[in-house]
């Protein structure tokens, strides 16, 4: 059975022991907006006018560098017909309206933030409009349908009155239950703004991330944590430490060693002292190699489960041909790293940070610390990074329970090395890729996956949130340790596909063994764009036709990739490269945005040179034309640095690579020419933070084939 993140959160899930869970999600009581003023028009929880007329948008995705401080005020500035720099961005504190519609909590991933809140802003913003018209009417004694709205002001043909004189009539008014949003051929902003909010504040130092947060009195923290995973402190001895400037205390918290001072170089180089002996804990002994080793083993030993079947397998005749992939782990490597402020009273726990995921921190929080989710609050802030890193809540915890535990206002701040070596990790995979060939005809398409689950621990973290607190941890786990096996992330990007073959067949096999996994920007479709766009390319080499043409000649007519595959082979010149260099091609469709990539490249001395990358994408309705352009660029940039130098190696269950000297990122000079092209698309808009990502590692890896010959089926890509 195949099953989707937002079913199962959704519905529950029905696993092979005939257990089904069920989640009650109407039951949640509303409480009071945690921005609620008893002086504005506030008559929903996204929108809210000031005594003084300020509009103020409650920002509940968090902004990471993808755009939606930019992307969700304009949408909210349409309906109020003002400029979208009027409106007062503010990061919005947990509020049960905020849940996301696909995975039930409050949380910002799955390029979802412009693709869900197109519709939920618009609406939040008309119905604040419709009440101030109604408002003016009353005021002016004219009718509504002589006002309009105007940057802050209702405008008439006699003069205008702004928001603010405006405020006591409409807070009186009962709030409409429907609203007539405008037409997309009437828009002002959405499409047309060009401008990104946030970027003054971020050039010039302004804007304020987790990392910025000042708190008078606290001291800073730095964290011992056991470097193989799943271990703990066996003993510690902090006596060299305690002698050291600025140095408060040393203490062990949940199995590992706090280091609390004054300062942070104080913290880390006291922490550089503390002799600890460590248990190495459940994965002493794993390597990435003998990860890989057994997944590869699995592929004939383990039958997995049927995620896809389409066609008849009597259809399949001709020649056996196949293929295996694999890929390693990812880090995250955001560039700020984690950090959280954490005070902590009688009354309660306060943290400031920047996180992916408040509603699921506000549950692991209240956990750890034996608080109740009202007693904690999280405030919010702009994020140096996220990449799906930020989701998961494990610095929030710990800075709540060094406060705890301490009675001081703390600071944690990790290291480079403790962010690389504490991350969760995108997975490592292997997939065997098979087809068989009647003459020169493909007649079956065929992947069977091995890797380990992501939502088998993350989805503890939603059922935890969801359910009552009273219910035993414990519980958590057993339901993720059900659900790991029906992972949708582990095929997605190749089951589903809308490729045509007379007979196709997807199965998962899931590898228990794994250290701690996370959402990584793109998810599965990360690997899965690479195993079945390299493994199409192969089979066009293999039947002696074109890439391209191959790739079309398998898309249904009216497939939303072909216009976009024929727009980026187009501007690329495919076919036709500079002398030198050699092209590779690659399309998938990730989070409803479908884009295209065509790598031009070129072997100098054994290396791979890459000169210039076309991507074109189509994303339906554009929200902000520059923000798309960039989101591709950044995408194509972060998905090179995976498929040119991205490892992440194990040895003894513990992370090698410590900094960016041995987990390498793009260098400028490295950096290729970009070129973005949209397929307009009158559609709902869907998101561009991740798709961008996928399809670069396949059409890269492809060009390297076309001038080598050599098939690299293995992140990283490395030349013999």
Same mark, same amino acid.
């Given at each position: 059975?195949?099953?989707?993140?937002?079913?199962?959160?959704?519905?529950?899930?029905?696993?092979?022991?005939?257990?089904?869970?069920?989640?009650?999600?109407?039951?949640?009581?509303?409480?009071?907006?945690?921005?609620?003023?008893?002086?504005?028009?506030?008559?929903?929880?996204?929108?809210?006018?000031?005594?003084?007329?300020?509009?103020?948008?409650?920002?509940?995705?968090?902004?990471?560098?993808?755009?939606?401080?930019?992307?969700?005020?304009?949408?909210?500035?349409?309906?109020?017909?003002?400029?979208?720099?009027?409106?007062?961005?503010?990061?919005?504190?947990?509020?049960?309206?905020?849940?996301?519609?696909?995975?039930?909590?409050?949380?910002?991933?799955?390029?979802?933030?412009?693709?869900?809140?197109?519709?939920?802003?618009?609406?939040?913003?008309?119905?604040?409009?419709?009440?101030?018209?109604?408002?003016?009417?009353?005021?002016? +004694?004219?009718?509504?349908?002589?006002?309009?709205?105007?940057?802050?002001?209702?405008?008439?043909?006699?003069?205008?009155?702004?928001?603010?004189?405006?405020?006591?009539?409409?807070?009186?008014?009962?709030?409409?239950?429907?609203?007539?949003?405008?037409?997309?051929?009437?828009?002002?902003?959405?499409?047309?703004?060009?401008?990104?909010?946030?970027?003054?504040?971020?050039?010039?130092?302004?804007?304020?991330?987790?990392?910025?947060?000042?708190?008078?009195?606290?001291?800073?923290?730095?964290?011992?944590?056991?470097?193989?995973?799943?271990?703990?402190?066996?003993?510690?001895?902090?006596?060299?430490?305690?002698?050291?400037?600025?140095?408060?205390?040393?203490?062990?918290?949940?199995?590992?060693?706090?280091?609390?001072?004054?300062?942070?170089?104080?913290?880390?180089?006291?922490?550089?002292?503390?002799?600890?002996?460590?248990?190495?804990?459940?994965?002493?002994?794993?390597?990435?190699?003998?990860?890989?080793?057994?997944?590869?083993?699995?592929?004939?030993?383990?039958?997995?489960?049927?995620?896809?079947?389409?066609?008849?397998?009597?259809?399949?005749?001709?020649?056996?041909?196949?293929?295996?992939?694999?890929?390693?782990?990812?880090?995250?490597?955001?560039?700020?790293?984690?950090?959280?402020?954490?005070?902590?009273?009688?009354?309660?726990?306060?943290?400031?940070?920047?996180?992916?995921?408040?509603?699921?921190?506000? +549950?692991?929080?209240?956990?750890?610390?034996?608080?109740?989710?009202?007693?904690?609050?999280?405030?919010?802030?702009?994020?140096?990074?996220?990449?799906?890193?930020?989701?998961?809540?494990?610095?929030?915890?710990?800075?709540?329970?060094?406060?705890?535990?301490?009675?001081?206002?703390?600071?944690?701040?990790?290291?480079?090395?403790?962010?690389?070596?504490?991350?969760?990790?995108?997975?490592?995979?292997?997939?065997?890729?098979?087809?068989?060939?009647?003459?020169?005809?493909?007649?079956?398409?065929?992947?069977?996956?091995?890797?380990?689950?992501?939502?088998?621990?993350?989805?503890?973290?939603?059922?935890?949130?969801?359910?009552?607190?009273?219910?035993?941890?414990?519980?958590?786990?057993?339901?993720?340790?059900?659900?790991?096996?029906?992972?949708?992330?582990?095929?997605?990007?190749?089951?589903?596909?809308?490729?045509?073959?007379?007979?196709?067949?997807?199965?998962?096999?899931?590898?228990?063994?794994?250290?701690?996994?996370?959402?990584?920007?793109?998810?599965?479709?990360?690997?899965?764009?690479?195993?079945?766009?390299?493994?199409?390319?192969?089979?066009?080499?293999?039947?002696?036709?074109?890439?391209?043409?191959?790739?079309?000649?398998?898309?249904?007519?009216?497939?939303?990739?072909?216009?976009?595959?024929?727009?980026?082979?187009?501007?690329?010149?495919?076919?036709?490269?500079?002398?030198?260099?050699?092209?590779?091609?690659?399309?998938?469709?990730?989070?409803?945005?479908?884009?295209?990539?065509?790598?031009?490249?070129?072997?100098?001395?054994?290396?791979?040179?890459?000169?210039?990358?076309?991507?074109?994408?189509?994303?339906?309705?554009?929200?902000?034309?520059?923000?798309?352009?960039?989101?591709?660029?950044?995408?194509?940039?972060?998905?090179?640095?995976?498929?040119?130098?991205?490892?992440?190696?194990?040895?003894?269950?513990?992370?090698?690579?410590?900094?960016?000297?041995?987990?390498?990122?793009?260098?400028?000079?490295?950096?290729?020419?970009?070129?973005?092209?949209?397929?307009? +698309?009158?559609?709902?808009?869907?998101?561009?933070?991740?798709?961008?990502?996928?399809?670069?590692?396949?059409?890269?890896?492809?060009?390297?084939?076309?001038?080598?010959?050599?098939?690299?089926?293995?992140?990283?890509?490395?030349?013999?």
């Amino acid at each position: 059975m195949t099953i989707s993140r937002r079913s199962f959160i959704k519905g529950g899930a029905i696993f092979g022991g005939g257990l089904a869970i069920g989640f009650n999600l109407s039951g949640c009581a509303q409480t009071e907006y945690p921005h609620f003023s008893a002086t504005d028009l506030q008559p929903n929880a996204y929108i809210q006018v000031s005594p003084s007329g300020q509009v103020i948008l409650q920002l509940y995705k968090s902004e990471m560098g993808q755009g939606v401080y930019t992307g969700m005020a304009t949408m909210a500035a349409e309906e109020l017909n003002m400029d979208p720099s009027l409106i007062i961005v503010q990061h919005a504190e947990f509020y049960p309206d905020f849940r996301d519609p696909e995975f039930y909590v409050m949380i910002t991933g799955g390029s979802s933030s412009i693709k869900y809140g197109y519709t939920i802003l618009r609406e939040a913003a008309a119905t604040v409009a419709a009440m101030l018209k109604t408002a003016a009417a009353q005021y002016l +004694s004219i009718a509504e349908s002589a006002l309009n709205l105007k940057d802050g002001k209702v405008v008439y043909a006699g003069g205008e009155v702004d928001f603010a004189t405006l405020l006591p009539i409409a807070r009186g008014l009962a709030t409409p239950t429907e609203v007539t949003l405008k037409s997309p051929q009437d828009f002002q902003y959405i499409g047309r703004h060009r401008q990104r909010l946030d970027a003054l504040g971020k050039v010039t130092g302004k804007s304020e991330f987790g990392i910025d947060v000042q708190y008078p009195g606290a001291m800073t923290a730095v964290l011992l944590r056991c470097p193989h995973f799943g271990g703990k402190v066996s003993s510690f001895d902090a006596s060299n430490a305690l002698k050291m400037s600025g140095v408060k205390s040393v203490f062990e918290v949940d199995g590992a060693v706090a280091v609390l001072a004054e300062t942070y170089w104080q913290a880390r180089q006291a922490a550089g002292v503390v002799s600890v002996v460590w248990d190495k804990g459940p994965l002493a002994g794993v390597s990435s190699e003998s990860l890989r080793v057994e997944r590869h083993g699995m592929l004939t030993s383990e039958a997995g489960k049927n995620v896809e079947e389409k066609g008849e397998a009597s259809a399949a005749t001709g020649e056996l041909f196949e293929a295996v992939y694999d890929v390693p782990y990812l880090a995250h490597a955001t560039m700020e790293p984690m950090n959280a402020v954490a005070v902590a009273t009688k009354e309660g726990i306060e943290i400031w940070t920047g996180n992916q995921s408040p509603d699921i921190a506000l +549950s692991e929080i209240a956990d750890a610390t034996g608080f109740k989710r009202e007693q904690i609050r999280i405030h919010n802030h702009m994020l140096g990074g996220g990449f799906g890193r930020r989701i998961m809540p494990d610095y929030l915890v710990e800075a709540a329970r060094i406060a705890q535990l301490s009675g001081k206002p703390v600071r944690l701040v990790w290291s480079r090395e403790d962010d690389m070596r504490g991350d969760f990790y995108r997975p490592n995979a292997t997939v065997a890729m098979s087809a068989m060939i009647d003459q020169s005809a493909v007649t079956s398409l065929q992947a069977k996956i091995v890797a380990p689950s992501i939502l088998g621990g993350f989805v503890q973290f939603v059922t935890n949130t969801l359910l009552p607190q009273w219910l035993p941890k414990g519980l958590h786990k057993k339901i993720g340790g059900m659900a790991s096996g029906s992972d949708p992330a582990a095929a997605e990007g190749i089951a589903h596909s809308d490729y045509e073959f007379p007979y196709m067949r997807t199965d998962y096999v899931e590898q228990k063994t794994t250290i701690p996994l996370g959402y990584w920007r793109s998810v599965g479709h990360s690997q899965n764009g690479f195993f079945i766009e390299s493994f199409i390319d192969e089979l066009a080499h293999q039947t002696t036709q074109d890439p391209v043409a191959f790739r079309l000649a398998h898309m249904a007519k009216d497939s939303r990739r072909r216009q976009v595959l024929e727009l980026a082979a187009a501007k690329a010149n495919w076919g036709n490269p500079p002398q030198g260099q050699f092209q590779g091609v690659a399309v998938h469709e990730s989070f409803s945005t479908v884009v295209a990539q065509v790598v031009n490249v070129s072997i100098a001395d054994g290396k791979i040179k890459v000169h210039k990358v076309v991507c074109a994408v189509e994303c339906g309705m554009v929200i902000n034309s520059d923000i798309v352009v960039a989101q591709m660029e950044g995408g194509i940039v972060f998905a090179l640095t995976a498929a040119l130098k991205g490892e992440i190696t194990i040895e003894d269950g513990a992370v090698q690579q410590s900094n960016f000297h041995d987990y390498e990122v793009l260098r400028i000079n490295e950096t290729p020419e970009i070129e973005v092209y949209r397929v307009d +698309s009158a559609n709902a808009p869907t998101g561009v933070g991740e798709p961008g990502v996928p399809p670069l590692a396949p059409a890269l890896a492809n060009a390297v084939f076309a001038a080598t010959g050599q098939r690299l089926r293995k992140l990283p890509l490395r030349l013999a």
